[in-house]
């Protein structure tokens, strides 16, 4: 049974995973970012620094009244590899239950701007969600937005450091927004639901 925060009073923790720093903002790898960025503007808050190495903002979404449900929204200021250890702190510190965070990241094997949502499963090679695995164990939810593979030869390394294309770009400001809808949807009605409506 999904625990869907409707009346519930702990809060959700939305972990969007990326790069910090000016030079990976554009990156692939750090979509979850700016899905982070658009959850955090949708609320009205600013990012503000927390002690757990870690940009927050807590709010709420959904329906107004005692229906919305509280998140902390948060950008892990580790890098990628890393992404554990903040978590980790921002767990504890909120005291949130480790079913009731959300990892938002990119995904190779899936194509671009699709969505899978789900919970657990394996971190198929992707080391933020390798770090967060090893210190907080599998059952936790993913919103895996897809960048797809690389082209020819390219190592994947390279490929998720490097800027979403020209072309990409054309239609990434509506796949965040997508992938920012698909987590309100994942808060407030359970997961079922928003996979039924979000799993292209």
Known sequence: M???GVGA????LIVGLGNPGSEYAGNRHNVGFMVADLLAERMGGRFKAHKARAQVVE???GPMGPASCRVVVAKPMSFMNLSGGPTTALRDFYKVPTARL?????EL????GA???KLGGGDNGHNGLK???KSLGAEYHRVRFGIGRPPGRMPVADFVLKDFSSAERKELAYFVDRAADAVEALVVEGLERAQGTYNS
Not at 102 to 106: E, K, P, R, T, W
Not at 109 to 112: A, E, L, Q, T, W
């Open 2 to 4: 999904t625990d869907t």
């Open 9 to 12: 009073d702990g809060p959700w």
């Open 59 to 61: 709010g709420r979404i």
């Open 102 to 106: 959300i990892a938002v990241h990119d």
């Open 109 to 112: 094997d899936i194509d671009y």
């Open 115 to 117: 969505l899978r949502l």
């Open 131 to 133: 770090s967060i695995t």
